[in-house]
C-alpha cells in the first residue's frame, strides 16, 4: 500500500481552492477511509509568481507537462473548465495509466466516449461525479446503486442561476432583466449569462445524466433546447393561479419512440417534489420500475458542494490505486436507442394569446385546436388593461408536438389573435 497518494491539480479556481480545502480540512478522516494521505502535489496555474491562499508550500506551474511527467503524481484532478486544452490534457493523463477526476460537464457531455475509450485502453479510470448536481450525488447512484431499475424518466432542476430568477420572478414578481441584474450582482450570474439563461449549461447536463440512465449516447445536438427569457410575470401568476410553479427542467424520457431529451420551462404542479426546490438549489427526480421515484436534492454549485464531490471521487481514485483496482463503473452506453424526434414528443401546454375583444373569438380558436387534434383541458378569458383587447390563456391536454405546432400555424393566421405571446410545455399533468 502506498504510504502518500500525490494529486496533480489542473486549475486554482472557485473548485480547484475549493478542493485543497476540503483535502486539508478533513484530512485525517479521508486518511482513516482511504487507508493513506492524500496531498495536492503541484497545481497548474496561469501565473506561477502569483500568490494563492490555500496553496501555501504547494509546487506551482504553468506547463502541463511538468504535472503528466511526475511519476509521483498518481491521480490528476481537471477543474480548469471549458473544452480545451482540458480535453487535450484529460487525454493524455489518462494514456500516461493515470486516474483522472473531473467536473468538468463540457467535455464530458460531448467527448466523454473518447475519454472512457482511453482509460479502458490503458487500464485506468476517469471519475465525473462533480460534472452534474455539484455536491448532489446522482451520477454514482445512477451508474451503481439504480442499476438493477429500468429508468424510464429523469427530470432535474440542474442551473441554480435560472432557479434563482424564477424562484424571484414568482415571489417578488419582478421581470426578467430584473431578476439577471440581481442574479448577476450576487455572483449567482455570470457577465454573459447566455450559457445559463439559454438552456445550455442544462443542455450539457441533460446528455449526461440521459445516457447514463438509459443506457444509450446522448450527443448535445440531440437536445432541443429553450432557455428562461421570454418568461414573463403574467406567465408566472398565471401558474400560481392554475396551480402550478414555473421551473427550467433537463427532462429525459425513455420512450416507444427512443429517447426523448429536451431543455425547456415547464408549468409543474405545485404538489410535485421539484416544485418546492428554489433559489439556487438543485435537484433530480428519477422514476424506475423497482424503485419508484427518488429526488436527489442539495447545492448544485459553489466552492465546497462541487469540492465535496470532487473530492469523493478523489478518494475512490485513491482507494483503487491502494488495492490496485479498478473498481469505477466505466462507459455504460451499450445500447443505441434512437433518439425521438422532437415533433413525436407529447406534453400538454400553456398557451397565451392577445386576441381581439369580441364575440366568437374563443369559438374561432376553440376550432383551430379541435381541427388541429387538440384538446382543451381549461380555457381563462381575461381583459387586461389593453383597449379593445383579452387574454385567453389555454391549458391542453396531452397531445404530440407536432399536432401542437400545426394548431399553433392555424392560430397564428386568424385576424383575431393580435399575438401568441407564450407556450409552456405542462409536466405531470393530466394525462402525462
Partial sequence: MKKMIRIGLLGAGTVGTGTARVLNLNQHEIAERVGTSIEVS???????????????????????????????????????????????????????????????????????????????????????????????????????????????????????????????????????????????????????????????????????????????????????????????????????????????????????????????????????????VNGVYNAIFVHGNAIGDAMFYGQGAGSLPTASAVVADIMRAAHDICQDQLSSVGCTCYEQKPICPLEKTSSCYYVRLLVDDEPGVLAAIATAFGEAGVSLKSVIQTRQNVVDHAEIVAITHKVLHEKMQQAMKTIRGLKVVDEVRNIIRVENGEDD
Fill in 42 to 276: 503541484k497545481v497548474l496555474v496561469r501565473n506561477p509568481d502569483k500568490e494563492r491562499p490555500g496553496f501555501e508550500g504547494i509546487a506551482k506551474t504553468s506547463r502541463f507537462e511538468n504535472i503528466l511527467g511526475d511519476p509521483e503524481i498518481d491521480i490528476i484532478v481537471e477543474l480548469m473548465g471549458g473544452l480545451h486544452p482540458a480535453k487535450e490534457y484529460m487525454l493524455q493523463a489518462l494514456a500516461a495509466g493515470k486516474r483522472v477526476v473531473t467536473a468538468n460537464k463540457d467535455v464530458i457531455a460531448q467527448f466523454g466516449h473518447e475519454l472512457f475509450a482511453m482509460a479502458a485502453e490503458h487500464e485506468t479510470e476517469i471519475f465525473f461525479e462533480a460534472s452534474v448536481g455539484g455536491g448532489i450525488p446522482i451520477i454514482t447512484p445512477l451508474k451503481e446503486c439504480l442499476t438493477a431499475n429500468h429508468i424510464t424518466q429523469i427530470m432535474g432542476i440542474v442551473n441554480g442561476t435560472t432557479n434563482y430568477m424564477l424562484t424571484k420572478m414568482s415571489e417578488c414578481g419582478n421581470d426578467y432583466d430584473t431578476v439577471l441584474r440581481e442574479a448577476q450582482q450576487k455572483g449567482y450570474a455570470e457577465a454573459d449569462p447566455t450559457a445559463d439563461v439559454g438552456g445550455l449549461d442544462a443542455a450539457r447536463k441533460a446528455v449526461i445524466l440521459s445516457s447514463i440512465a438509459f443506457n444509450s449516447r446522448v450527443q448535445l445536438e440531440d437536445v432541443s433546447v429553450e432557455g428562461i427569457t421570454n418568461i414573463t410575470p403574467d406567465d408566472i401568476a398565471y401558474a400560481k393561479d392554475l396551480g402550478y410553479v414555473v421551473k427550467l427542467l433537463a427532462v429525459g424520457k425513455d420512450t416507444e419512440d427512443g429517447i426523448d431529451v429536451r431543455v425547456h420551462p415547464v408549468f409543474l404542479p405545485q404538489s410535485h417534489p421539484l416544485a418546492a
